[in-house]
């Protein structure tokens, strides 16, 4: 069996990962991390063979993480889950060893391909000392034309369904025209035609794609409120 950890800080969408995980045969869903530190307290607790890791998260970056993990000469395999669709994010994944990298929103038809061409590929890995060039050639191909699949999906980006490019231009604006550096979903929705549940997705979409960081903080009665600030990156 092959032992798979998620990390992935949104509940909902960890959830997701998981049902569509344990679907496929010969995996074996041992944890889930919502932080890059949980992350790494996962990996040396027990053994990892697969990671399914998001880029963007709150206070971390999972590219750090795949950094780090090469930096170590940890061995363990990582396919990407991510929003992040630039050219930057893809190419660096692929170059520090990612083995696949699947955009949000994507459907379980490409999920399973990804698990199905790792499974084979980690089988062939596995039981063989050595390769003949025909199987080096398959495993070299489906590198290439994942990476090249990537970034042409990267050079257009498809909203998640539910959410419109046009109310979106408009929450960019209305985020711009604040003259406070960090802002709330209420914020928002008092300048925005849409309700603060809608606002709320989009301002998690930006989050997930890198354009706000967010951060929670809580009030006097205890009361958690998602604070967001624009990232550097945002602004491009």
């Known amino acids: ?24 045969d010969g995996f074996r869903y041992t944890g889930c991390a919502a932080s890059v530190e949980e992350a790494r307290l996962l990996l040396a607790s027990q053994q990892v063979d697969l990671i399914l890791l998001d880029i963007y998260m709150p206070k971390s970056n999972g590219l750090q993480l795949l950094s ?3 930096e170590q000469g940890s061995t363990v395999d990582v396919i990407v ?18 083995v696949d ?11 399973q391909a990804a698990l199905t061409t790792y499974r084979e590929n980690n089988l ?4 063989r000392e050595h390769l003949n060039q025909e199987q080096l050639d ?23 369904k539910g959410l419109s490019e046009s109310t979106l231009d ?19 929705s008092t300048k925005a035609p849409i309700s603060r549940i809608s606002v709320r997705k989009y301002l998690m979409y930006l989050t997930e794609t890198g354009a706000l960081s967010m951060e929670i903080s809580y009030g006097a009665i ?9 990232m550097s990156e945002g602004h491009n």
């Open 1 to 24: 069996m092959i032992n798979v950890i998620i990390v992935e800080d949104d509940p909902m969408v960890a959830k997701f990962n998981r049902h569509y995980l344990e679907q496929m």
């Open 68 to 70: 780090l993990l090469r």
């Open 81 to 98: 889950i991510s929003a992040a669709s630039d050219n930057v994010s893809i190419r660096n994944a692929l170059q520090h060893g990612a």
């Open 101 to 111: 990298y699947l955009i949000k929103p994507f459907e379980f038809a490409r999920f």
């Open 124 to 127: 062939l890995m596995r039981h």
């Open 138 to 160: 398959k495993l070299v191909r489906h590198r290439g034309e994942t990476e090249q699949s990537a970034v042409a999906v990267s050079s257009a980006p498809v909203l998640p």
């Open 170 to 188: 408009n929450i960019w604006e209305i985020i711009h025209s604040l003259s406070q550096d960090s802002f709330s979903t209420d914020d928002i």
């Open 222 to 230: 205890g009361r958690p409120v998602y604070m967001y600030r624009v």
